[in-house]
């Protein structure tokens, strides 16, 4: 599986942005999806993840009530669509895909396919 994020960029604090994860391959289906990140001297760290089906999504704290991560199996694509940025989600995010997984958080080590990130800069 090939993944390619994109949708990254420079926002104000406040803003919003929407990441997509493009997978290649016939059997996105089996695979549980995630969104990682890694700011400038820090260790990667979860963001969301969601179920093969689409049904269950999971966030991490910092996440909740601001970003929203679904799923698209007829595209092969999973988003991430983010609201009320703030400087603190400045990172380089990227999407996983775990086979066959169930979709709830798991470390990163558990995902078998990564894409190669994507740039977000939130200004204040």
């Known amino acids: 599986v090939q993944l390619v994020e994109s949708g990254g960029g420079l926002v104000q604090a406040g803003g919003s942005l929407r990441l997509s994860c493009a997978a290649s391959g016939r059997t996105f289906s089996s695979y549980a999806m995630g969104w990682f990140r890694q700011a400038p001297g820090k260790e990667r760290e979860f963001v969301a993840s969601?179920?093969?089906?689409?049904?269950?999504?999971y966030y991490a704290d910092s996440a909740k009530g601001r970003f929203t991560i679904s799923r698209d199996n007829l595209k092969n694509t999973v988003y991430l669509q983010m609201n009320s940025l703030k400087p603190e989600d400045t990172a380089v995010y990227y999407c996983a895909a775990d086979f066959l997984g169930s979709g709830s958080v798991r470390p990163s080590s558990d995902y078998d396919y990564w894409g190669q990130g994507t740039q977000v800069t939130v200004s204040s």
């Open positions: 969601v179920s093969r089906s689409g049904g269950y999504t």
